[in-house]
């Protein structure tokens, strides 16, 4: 599962958007791999329950988080999807975030051992985020990530 080539192939990229809710911003996140088939509504609904149920474990550090659930059905393809806030949405616990990146895994090896050390890679260098907020277009977003990755 390449982070590159995953949000190019189920154009997922999604720059401004607006959510009123945690839950919103969300869905709004998960909606490009649903419309892509990589994934079910379901998935939507799991990352929501596993939110409520243990808190929003996926916030990475301030204003940016990988909402993400356990493999199951409702996952057809490992998949992600990359999603700028037009503003900042609280999530539980009163945490702030603005980007994010969804996580599609078919399997807990793939989870870890592919998708988690490619974001990692790429987040490491706060220094994206000021990039990433000077970004007008998925262009922008795909070069900086080419950019990121080589």
Request: charged share 25%; aromatic share 8%; with cysteine.
């Amino acid at each position: 599962m390449d982070f590159l080539d995953s949000l190019i192939e189920n154009d997922s990229v999604l720059l401004n958007v607006e959510a009123s809710s945690w839950e919103e911003a969300i869905q709004k996140t998960v909606q490009p791999l649903i419309n892509s088939e990589a994934v079910s509504q379901q998935y939507v609904e799991e990352i929501i329950k596993s939110t409520n149920e243990m808190g929003p474990y996926y916030i990475l550090i301030e204003n940016f988080a990988m909402p993400h659930a356990r493999p199951g059905s409702y996952v057809m393809k490992d998949s992600f999807s990359f999603v700028t806030l037009k503003e900042p949405v609280l999530f539980p616990e009163d945490q702030s975030v603005k980007v994010l990146v969804c996580l599609a895994a078919t399997s807990n090896e793939n989870h870890l051992g592919s998708a988690l050390p490619q974001i990692a890679a790429i987040f490491s260098d706060s220094s994206i985020f000021e990039e990433i907020n000077q970004a007008k277009t998925k262009t922008d977003i795909v070069d900086l990530f080419k950019e990121r990755k080589d």
